[in-house]
């Protein structure tokens, strides 16, 4: 069966960290560009950060540079985004996804256009 599948979210007090995990099964992530994305309550979905599959090359947007970085473990068939000093508007759902055909991380990010596939997410919540 394909599909992405999001782990890692929870209840973390302002400036925690947290680990998010977006791992694949039934085809390689080796050629997709992967990305997060979130959906903050009564929002639109947004791209926080990806990643392409070509150059390894990277997108953040400007409200997590610096506290957010997303990696790529081929080996694991997993998408990593690390989320440091967290802040109350992080909270949502984090969502990954993949997509085959030629992107930059920008595009991917900006557009959330050409997804092959989407996780069902996984819930952040930053309060005290």
């Known amino acids: 069966q394909v599909q992405l599948v999001e782990s890692g979210g929870g209840l973390v007090q302002p400036g925690g960290s947290l680990r998010l995990s977006c791992a694949a099964s039934?085809?390689?992530?080796?050629?997709?560009?992967i990305g997060w994305f979130h959906q903050a309550p009564g929002k639109e979905r947004k791209g926080v950060s990806c990643?392409?599959?070509?150059?390894?090359?990277?997108y953040y947007a400007d409200s997590v540079k610096g506290r957010f970085t997303i990696s790529r473990d081929n080996a694991k068939n997993t998408v990593y985004l690390q989320m440091n000093s967290l802040k109350p508007e992080d909270t949502g759902v984090y969502y990954c996804?993949?997509?085959?055909?030629?992107?930059?991380?920008?595009?991917?990010?900006?557009?959330?256009?050409?997804?092959?596939?989407w996780g069902k997410g996984t819930l952040v919540t930053v309060s005290s």
């Open positions: 039934g085809f390689t992530l080796d050629y997709y560009a």
């Open positions: 990643i392409s599959s070509s150059d390894g090359s990277t």
């Open positions: 996804a993949a997509r085959s055909r030629i992107t930059t991380a920008q595009g991917m990010c900006v557009y959330l256009l050409g997804m092959d596939y």
